[in-house]
T-cell receptor, first 113, second 116 residues
């Protein structure tokens, strides 16, 4: 059974710092992996999607890497800002036919001004 | 990618009653899903809403408790039946397979349900 774990569970950093969020999954047979952002009381916003054949994706100050063989992904946030404060979730899709995702436990990030 | 309108955004309900949550997508999508997020926890998939047929439920979730409809490619409803305080959660719908963004995965803004 696929399990997705995120470390740390919570993180508080001063504005301007670069930071790394970690995601690990137990079954390397994934189709793709996505990173999402969830603001309090809101739905989820997709940040980056990495196909299983890719090793990284970049969007602005965000960079996500994928090491499928070791069951790990990292989300790198450069020059953090208070507006980055949110919960970050990673999720893995198990196969191409169903689009079903297994979500991680989330990292709650607070960037201090 | 697709945009989802989810209603209601929140509700407080009496135990024993039922609540129906609606999701309207602004474009036709292949797949729609319903998730539950219990307080302090991550998302758990309840079911896949299939257009024109019965939903596919995940382990631990049954149709009698969470009946789902999907009459067309842009709309779905989830009903939480015979509610108890343990059903207090955020319920989210999501959609995937939009023609303009086939790999995209869009979420509604969620329904915060409190059962008293």
């Amino acid at each position: 059974k696929q399990e997705v774990t995120q470390i740390p569970a919570a993180l508080s950093v001063p504005e301007g710092e670069n930071l790394v969020l970690n995601c690990s999954f137990t079954d390397s047979a994934i189709y793709n992996l996505q990173w999402f952002r969830q603001d309090p009381g809101k739905g989820l916003t997709s940040l980056l999607l990495i196909q299983s054949s890719q090793r990284e994706q970049t969007s602005g100050r965000l960079n996500a890497s994928l090491d499928k063989s070791s069951g790990r992904s990292t989300l790198y946030i450069a020059a953090s800002q208070p507006g980055d404060s949110a919960t970050y979730l990673c999720a893995v899709s198990l196969n191409s036919g169903t689009y079903k995702y297994i979500f991680g436990t989330g990292t709650r990030l607070k960037v201090l001004a | 990618s697709a945009v989802i309108s989810q209603k209601p955004s929140r509700d407080i309900c009496q135990r024993g009653t039922s609540l129906t949550i609606q999701c309207q997508v602004d474009s036709q999508v292949t797949m729609m899903f319903w998730y539950r997020q219990q307080p302090g926890q991550s998302l758990t998939l309840i079911a896949t809403a299939n257009q024109g047929s019965e939903a596919t439920y995940e382990s631990g979730f049954v149709i009698d408790k969470f009946p789902i409809s999907r009459p067309n490619l842009t709309f779905s409803t989830l009903t939480v039946s015979n509610m108890s305080p343990e059903d207090s959660s955020i319920y989210l719908c999501s959609a995937s397979g939009d023609r303009s963004d086939p790999y995209g995965y869009t979420f509604g803004s969620g329904t915060r349900l409190t059962v008293v």
